[in-house]
């Protein structure tokens, strides 16, 4: 297998092997993914994290050699966007919250493949447990929607709820319909803080929407940007104009 490390900011992944193609996901600092095929310029690759699948500009990658990967088995978690420098100097790369570097044991620079970063200050954390799932979701609160997007510079609905049950050590799917399938269904009122929420349109059934339930009343979600609203039996009842926008189709949960 040919392995590649995600090493810049963010990378797009598109359906197709045209920079004009939709971004169907994103890989952030930190990812470690698989090369499935490739060719003038684009690599398709999958993601070990998640298994998610789809094209990259081959120069945003960095080789890695496969004992490379059993080399990293730590990672620390970006919370507050933060700065790296290439060694030696130049300008430095600012990592978003939910990018992720090797856990050095208080070492201040790694190397990966045949490129070398430090660090001067990072702001992160080791894989927290599910009570962190809230908080650190509210790191994410005012994050523009990006569809495809999965950090702190733009993120899209399911991008949230994979990348903060990440944070935690929790793997879910990328996708929400496909995260709907997954857990246990939990009854409205039963329901806790971290558990998610699907939803669909109006008179569908389809999930085209999900967020991390906050407390019994409130919802964080990505919905124009990373938001608090109301949530309620029937969905999501924006905490301004109290109109529903969102109507609820399971609560799952996944711990």
């Known amino acids: ?25 994103q890989l952030v600092f930190g990812d470690v993914v698989i090369a499935l095929e490739g060719g003038s310029g684009w690599t398709k690759v ?18 890695m050699a496969e004992e490379e990967v059993a080399k990293w088995p730590d ?18 790369m ?36 599910r009570s962190m799932l809230v908080p650190l979701a509210q790191h994410f609160l005012y994050t523009p929607y990006l ?19 990440r944070m935690c050590g929790i793997s879910i799917p990328r996708d929400s319909s496909i995260q709907q399938k997954k857990g246990k269904t939990i009854p409205f009122g039963q329901h806790q803080a971290g558990d998610l929420a699907f939803f669909s349109k109006k008179g569908q059934q389809r999930v085209t929407h999900v967020g991390i339930i906050m407390n019994h009343h409130q919802l964080i979600h990505a919905s124009g940007r990373v938001r608090i609203d109301d949530f309620v039996e029937q969905g999501i009842q924006h905490a301004v104009s109290q109109q529903l926008t969102h ?6 949960r996944y711990f």
């Not at 999958?46 to 080789?63: A, I, Q």
Request: with cysteine; proline share 6%; net charge negative.
């Open 1 to 25: 297998m040919r392995y590649f490390f995600a090493s810049e900011a963010t990378i797009p992944v598109r359906a197709e092997t045209r920079e004009a193609e939709e971004m169907i996901s």
């Open 46 to 63: 999958r993601n070990t994290g998640d298994g998610y699948e789809g094209w990259v500009s081959t120069n945003m990658l960095c080789p």
């Open 147 to 165: 569809w495809g997007g999965k950090s702190s510079f733009g993120i899209d609905c399911s991008g949230l709820t994979q990348t903060i049950y």
């Open 94 to 129: 600012m990592l978003p919250a939910g990018a992720r570097i090797p856990e050095t044991n208080g070492e201040n620079a790694f190397q990966i493949g045949n490129r070398r970063w430090e660090m001067k200050e990072v702001l992160g954390i080791e894989p927290a447990d």
């Open 75 to 92: 990672w620390r978690y970006i919370t507050t966007p933060s700065f790296l420098w290439p060694e030696g100097g130049g300008a430095s």
């Open 247 to 252: 109507h609820l189709v399971s609560i799952n």
